[in-house]
């Protein structure tokens, strides 16, 4: 039992419990804040890696125990388990005021269960099992004592070289907000303070997703109205569903580091948004604006950081060794910095700290969650919607059971730590958890189909000593599946490529292997769109498999043969080569717009290239075929205040049955400012049954048709529109629509 010390203070916070249940956290926040030194402030503005995994140079300190003691440390990243957690909550319980540490973790796409990447998720488009999936992370990680995860990352990303496309949900803001939300909702439960619950982190505000050539890190440089309308929604979206954290980013904005940026963080965020939770920094960030050329040493980039409203240092010390100074000397004001711990402290009662400093450190729910059936069960449900069907003639797919022999080729048949992908835990069960395609489809099958193996080349190999192996193999077989695509750290923070083809000579082993006139089905497991057009022409049908996590080779045997069909969708657009970055389908016309892919004389198009992606925002098939017919409208026209209803029958005219995610979009002819071809406004999922027909309605009022002017106000204007409805952005059927001035 362990044993609690209690001096005449922490007697007096916590004596008199019914006195205190009165007190709102407001107040018992004020109470603390009373009794706080001006260094015991800077230390909850203060925080430090524990040196274990870090995501940054790190700095060991020999004193941070030290420093935990004298409370000068407010939260530590990087540290999990209960017996870890325990130990140094324990230290804090030392310190004069005894005010608990915050733990904080990058619990991305799981903790001890790893679900497929945000990408991938995203590519589901199931809102109820994006938040599911957040709450297991949640659920895991809690029981592992931490309180706080850097997730979700909100980022609308454009540009598929940048690295850190795989943590977020792909190039759209409308997709992109829902998905903000399904994630701060599921990380945070029911509330903060129950012990399935953490505490979210939106990142990386912001625009940290339009770094200029798809380099980590690099410059962002866009007009206000951009930022508005295309990357500040899915932030607002997280902030309206209480996340309790933000995190800035590592980027300069227009020529403001974010971490120094005023108008990000006081005058939108907290300002305008009226955001209560605290802002964090990325890692090292306070410091790196020395780097940018902003601030001259640390001393100034503590300045700039606290005064624009960075509330927590997350390892650079600039707070820690300058804040105090500067309160000194009168640069910056006691009200700042009370305002920053205040946050910081709300959070820390709102999660129960105070309370119970020890209340995620439970050893019990900590082994419950371990091993837990029932969160692999949910991750294997939930790779299974985020693979996404590419190709499929002559209906390849699914393969039957009965098949008599498969040759499986390719450096990620065998592949299990692969499957996890960038931001994931390693286990030391691993071998034994992870489901590899090999394992997935032997299972699926049993003894009644001959397996057949070759690896035919590594990931990155530049070696073709394996092709003749490969090739005899495929002769072997009745159908061959191919299994390639990138290694786990190959996409993710610090990963951004120029060159994003298929890595080392993987597609020259998809022609060899085609070339012998078996049937191909390939599979592509990466944590970005890659290119790959020989594959896309001539392989006989196409799985992106993404990283799909824990169970992914038992989800890839279920949608290869049939008991699961595919429903996934692009959540970005896939280019042809890397000179058609950025591509993505909210495009603007231009003056000159092409007319199809062999207008190219004096239009806006490649000479090259066609101009529309690979495969485009919204794509995915399905193994039946859905039908889209008579699209109608309730009125031609509504005014402001009124709506109108559109409606359109949807059939399954395929042999399966299947789920149809039915898109909406909506473009304004004529406007103040120029808009985009499409603009995606809604989306709905719906499982039809072979044969089945529905109607589905979508409701158009006038906020769906607002935008930001150059003035940057919010509204709409009268006039015409169309209306789109389609299975992805560009087979679309579409019908005309005015909306007129007054009510």
């Known amino acids: 039992m362990r044993k609690l010390i209690c001096t005449p203070f922490f007697i007096a916070l916590l004596a008199g419990s019914a006195h205190a249940q009165k007190k709102t956290?407001?107040?018992?926040?004020?109470?603390?804040?009373?009794?706080?030194?001006?260094?015991?402030?800077?230390?909850?503005?203060?925080?430090?890696?524990?040196?274990?995994?870090?995501?940054?140079?790190?700095?060991?300190?020999?004193?941070?125990?030290?420093?935990?003691?004298?409370?000068?440390?407010?939260?530590?990243?990087?540290?999990?388990?209960?017996?870890?957690?325990?130990?140094?909550?324990?230290?804090?319980?030392?310190?004069?005021?005894k005010i608990p540490l915050l733990f904080g973790q990058d619990i991305i796409?799981?903790?001890?269960?790893?679900?497929?990447?945000?990408?991938?998720?995203?590519?589901?488009?199931?809102?109820?099992?994006?938040?599911?999936?957040?709450h297991v992370a949640a659920r895991e990680c809690a029981a592992a004592g931490v309180h706080w995860t850097f997730a979700p990352m909100v980022d609308i990303a454009r540009d598929p070289r940048w690295g850190r496309v795989m943590e977020g949900a792909g190039e759209d803001p409308y997709l992109g907000s829902c998905i903000a939300r399904a994630r701060v909702l599921g990380f945070q439960g029911k509330k903060l303070g129950d012990t399935d619950a953490v505490?979210?982190?939106?990142?990386?505000?912001?625009?940290?997703?339009a770094a200029i050539g798809g380099r980590d890190y690099n410059s962002v440089d866009m007009s206000l109205r951009t930022l508005w309308e295309v990357y500040l929604p899915p932030f607002k979206a997280a902030e309206e569903a209480g996340a309790a954290t933000f995190m800035n980013s590592f980027n300069d904005l227009n020529g403001i580091p974010a971490t120094g940026n005023a108008y990000l963080q006081r005058d939108v965020l907290k300002g305008k948004w009226k955001f209560r939770g605290f802002v964090v920094s990325d890692w090292g960030s306070v410091g790196e604006m020395i780097n940018h050329g902003y601030a001259r040493d640390n001393k100034e980039a503590a300045l700039e950081a606290v005064t624009a409203g960075c509330d927590m240092d997350m390892e650079s010390r600039s707070y820690i060794g300058n804040m105090a100074a500067l309160v000194r000397e009168g640069k910056v004001g006691i009200g700042l910095i009370d305002d920053a711990v205040r946050r910081i402290l709300t959070k820390k009662f709102e999660l129960g700290l105070f309370d119970d400093p020890f209340r995620f450190c439970n050893v019990q729910r900590e082994q419950q969650q371990w091993n837990n059936p029932e969160n692999l069960r949910i991750e294997q449900e939930m790779a299974k919607k985020s693979i996404v069907l590419l190709k499929?003639?002559?209906?390849?797919?699914?393969?039957?059971?009965?098949?008599?022999?498969?040759?499986?080729?390719?450096?990620?048949?065998?592949?299990?730590?692969?499957?996890?992908?960038?931001?994931?835990?390693?286990?030391?069960?691993?071998?034994?958890?992870?489901?590899?395609?090999?394992?997935?489809?032997q299972k699926k099958l049993g003894s009644g189909t001959h397996l057949l193996y070759a690896k035919g080349c590594g990931i990155t190999d530049t070696?073709?000593?394996?092709?003749?192996?490969?090739?005899?193999?495929?002769?072997?077989?009745?159908?061959?599946?191919?299994?390639?695509?990138?290694?786990?750290?190959?996409?993710g923070e610090a990963k951004s490529r120029s060159n994003i083809h298929l890595p080392g000579v993987q597609e020259e082993?998809?022609?060899?292997?085609?070339?012998?006139?078996?049937?191909?089905?390939?599979?592509?497991?990466?944590?970005?769109?890659?290119?790959?057009?020989?594959?896309?022409?001539?392989?006989?049908?196409?799985?992106?498999?993404?990283?799909?996590?824990?169970?992914?080779?038992?989800?890839?045997?279920?949608?290869?043969?049939?008991?699961?069909?595919?429903?996934?969708?692009?959540?970005?657009?896939?280019?042809?080569?890397?000179?058609?970055?950025?591509?993505?389908?909210?495009?603007?016309?231009?003056?000159?717009?092409?007319k199809n892919d062999s207008d190219v004389n004096y239009v806006s198009a490649y000479t090259d290239l066609h101009n529309g992606p690979r495969y485009p925002f919204g794509y995915g098939l399905s193994y039946t075929h859905f039908e889209y017919s008579a699209l109608r409208l309730s009125a031609a026209t509504f005014r402001p205040g009124g709506k109108l209803t559109a409606t359109v029958t949807l059939t399954n005219t395929g042999k399966f049955d299947g789920r149809e995610t039915v898109q909406w979009y909506?473009?304004?002819?004529?406007?103040?400012?120029?808009?985009?071809?499409?603009?995606?406004?809604?989306?709905?999922?719906?499982?039809?049954?072979?044969?089945?027909?529905?109607?589905?309605?979508?409701?158009?009022?006038?906020?769906?048709?607002?935008?930001?002017?150059?003035?940057?106000?919010?509204?709409?204007?009268?006039?015409?529109?169309?209306?789109?409805?389609?299975?992805?952005?560009?087979?679309?059927?579409?019908?005309?629509?005015?909306?007129?001035?007054g009510r």
């Open 463 to 491: 070696s073709r000593a394996g092709f003749a192996e490969a090739i005899e193999t495929a002769k072997q077989a009745d159908v061959v599946i191919l299994d390639i695509g990138e290694a786990r750290d190959m996409t």
């Open 392 to 441: 499929n003639d002559n209906q390849l797919l699914p393969l039957s059971r009965q098949t008599r022999t498969i040759a499986l080729i390719g450096p990620l048949v065998k592949s299990v730590r692969e499957n996890l992908g960038f931001w994931s835990y390693d286990w030391a069960d691993d071998s034994a958890r992870i489901v590899s395609t090999w394992d997935g489809i």
């Open 109 to 134: 796409h799981g903790y001890r269960t790893t679900f497929p990447i945000p990408l991938a998720e995203a590519a589901s488009w199931d809102l109820d099992a994006i938040e599911g999936s957040a």
């Open 199 to 209: 505490m979210a982190c939106a990142k990386h505000f912001a625009a940290y997703g």
């Open 25 to 97: 956290i407001a107040q018992r926040v004020d109470s603390v804040i009373r009794l706080m030194t001006l260094d015991e402030k800077i230390g909850q503005m203060n925080q430090y890696n524990g040196d274990w995994e870090a995501t940054g140079p790190i700095t060991k300190d020999g004193d941070k125990q030290d420093q935990i003691r004298r409370g000068r440390l407010g939260s530590m990243l990087n540290v999990t388990g209960v017996e870890h957690t325990r130990q140094l909550q324990e230290i804090a319980m030392g310190s004069r005021l």
């Open 666 to 741: 909506v473009r304004d002819l004529v406007g103040s400012v120029v808009r985009p071809v499409k603009e995606l406004k809604g989306f709905e999922q719906v499982f039809l049954k072979a044969g089945e027909s529905k109607d589905l309605s979508f409701t158009i009022d006038a906020d769906k048709l607002r935008f930001y002017n150059d003035k940057l106000e919010y509204l709409y204007e009268p006039g015409e529109f169309r209306l789109f409805v389609g299975g992805d952005s560009q087979n679309v059927k579409e019908i005309p629509f005015t909306l007129i001035a």
């Open 509 to 594: 082993l998809v022609r060899a292997v085609c070339s012998t006139g078996k049937p191909v089905v390939v599979l592509i497991g990466a944590g970005r769109p890659l290119i790959f057009n020989y594959t896309a022409e001539h392989a006989g049908a196409i799985l992106y498999t993404w990283w799909l996590g824990t169970k992914a080779g038992n989800a890839i045997a279920d949608v290869l043969f049939g008991d699961y069909n595919p429903s996934g969708k692009l959540p970005i657009s896939f280019p042809r080569t890397e000179g058609q970055i950025p591509v993505y389908y909210a495009h603007f016309s231009t003056g000159r717009p092409s």
